[in-house]
């Protein structure tokens, strides 16, 4: 089975500074590792996947993740955070076609 | 072109009634799924079919049938509605091997 923990539930973070969601994933077989945003009242918006190749994986609107196997985590950056990003973001693993498990999401509030 | 659209974006409903939600997607994806997301934002599985069959029923009550007429339709159809039923339900689709969905911009069931 997998599952995914996002670590923090409500990250607050000023306009223009950095910012980290981080994510912890278990899973007894490789998977692939998915961010998602959902703006207020809206769907589900890929950031950005991992499948495989370099652990550094960049996303839209200057969003990156890095892969790490042996802590089997998948954390969220941005280094310059803007208004728009206030957002829910959510974790999510898939180890097969069928199935897309997400975490329980980071409210993120970005203030001027 | 709305690649993943959901009809109706809102639905108020009084217990015991059966409503339907349709999604259609116009991607050419061969697999499509009903999420639902709680108060609580969080996002659970409820069914996934590929090539209109169904794979994944995530011990989904029987009130919920979906049916699939075919590769591009997916609906939900909900009977004797309870108040627990209340939430944002999300169609996705994705293509087998591409692991990533994309999302319908949702539909927020109101029981009352």
């Known amino acids: 089975a997998q599952s995914v923990t996002q670590l923090d539930s409500q990250v607050p973070v000023f306009e223009e500074a950095p910012v980290e969601l981080r994510c912890n994933y278990s899973?007894?077989?490789?998977?692939?590792l998915f961010w998602y945003v959902q703006y207020p009242n809206q769907g589900l918006q890929l950031l950005l996947k991992y499948l495989s190749g370099s652990t550094l994986v960049k996303g839209i609107n200057g969003f990156e993740a890095e892969f790490n196997k042996s802590q089997t985590s998948f954390h969220l950056r941005k280094p310059s955070v803007h208004i728009s990003d206030t957002a829910e973001y959510f974790c999510?693993?898939?180890?097969?076609?069928?199935?897309?498990?997400f975490g329980a999401g980071t409210t993120v509030t970005v203030r001027a | 072109d709305t690649a993943v659209s959901q009809t109706p974006k809102y639905l108020v409903t009084q217990m015991g009634n059966d409503k339907s939600i349709k999604c259609e997607q116009n991607l050419g994806h061969d697999t499509m799924y009903w999420y639902k997301q709680d108060s609580k934002k969080f996002l659970k599985i409820m069914f996934s079919y590929n090539n209109k069959e169904l794979i994944i029923n995530e011990t989904v009550p029987n009130r919920f049938s979906p049916k699939s007429p075919d590769k591009a339709h997916l609906n939900l159809h909900i009977n004797s509605l309870e108040l627990g039923d209340s939430a944002v339900y999300f169609c996705?689709?994705?293509?087998?091997?591409?692991?990533?969905?994309?999302f319908g911009s949702g539909t927020r069931l109101t029981v009352v």
């Open positions: 899973s007894s077989v490789s998977v692939y």
């Open positions: 999510a693993v898939n180890p097969n076609d069928y199935k897309l498990s």
């Open positions: 996705a689709s994705s293509q087998e091997g591409s692991y990533g969905y994309t």
